[in-house]
C-alpha cells in the first residue's frame, strides 16, 4: 500500500489591497467604473484607476462625476488601509473637497491620492484612539498622460472608531 504525500497549501496571506478594492467594488456606483487598486507606492500613495470607456461623457473625455467620485474614494481607500494596519476599525467619511478641473483627460484614469502636506499619521491615530474620532486631510490628483494633472482635490475626512 503507498502512502501518497498531502501537500498542504496554505491560504494565501491577508491581501490589504485587494481587500480594500472588494470593499469598493461591493458598492454598486464603484462597480460600474470597473475602478481597480492599482497599488500602494513605498512612499505611502495610494493608486486606483478605471477604464475611460466605463467613464467617458458625451465629448469622448473622462466623465467629471467619475473624476470626482475616484479622488474622493482613493483618499478614502488611503485613510482605510492605514486604519487596518494600525488595527484600528472605524468608519471614513468625506467631510468636506474642494475639486479643480485643469484639463481634460482622453485616457483612462488614475488617481493618486496621499496624505496633505502638514499632516501626520502618528498624530490622526493617536487622536483618533484617545477621543474615537478625528480628521485628516488628503490630497489626491489624477495626471494627464502627456505630464500634467487633470484634476485635483484636497479632502478632508473624518474618521469615527467602531466601538
Known amino acids: 500500500m503507498s502512502t501518497a504525500a498531502v501537500l498542504h497549501v496554505p491560504p494565501p496571506a491577508h491581501d490589504p489591497l485587494r481587500a480594500l478594492e472588494d470593499e469598493l467594488l461591493a458598492m ?5 467604473m470597473a475602478l481597480r487598486v492599482a497599488g500602494l507606492d513605498d ?3 495610494l493608486r486606483l484607476r478605471a477604464p475611460l470607456s466605463a467613464n467617458v461623457n458625451d465629448k469622448g473625455c473622462a466623465f467629471g462625476g ?3 467620485s475616484l479622488l ?3 483618499g478614502w481607500g488611503l ?6 494596519e494600525a488595527g484600528l476599525e472605524a468608519d471614513v467619511f468625506v467631510a468636506d473637497s474642494e475639486i479643480r478641473y485643469r484639463a481634460p483627460l482622453y ?3 488614475e488617481a ?3 496624505l496633505a502636506e502638514g499632516e501626520s499619521w502618528d498624530t490622526f491615530l493617536a487622536v483618533l484612539r484617545n ?10 490628483t489624477v495626471p494627464l498622460p502627456e505630464g500634467g494633472v487633470a484634476t485635483e482635490s484636497r479632502s478632508r475626512y473624518a474618521a469615527i472608531l467602531k466601538r
Open 79 to 84: 485613510i482605510s488601509l492605514r486604519l487596518a
Open 72 to 74: 474622493t474614494l482613493a
Open 28 to 32: 454598486p456606483p464603484v462597480a460600474a
Open 66 to 68: 467619475s473624476l470626482t
Open 112 to 114: 493618486v491620492a496621499e
Open 107 to 109: 485616457g483612462d484614469l
Open 131 to 140: 477621543r474615537g474620532r478625528a480628521r485628516l486631510a488628503v490630497l489626491a
Open 43 to 45: 512612499d505611502g500613495r
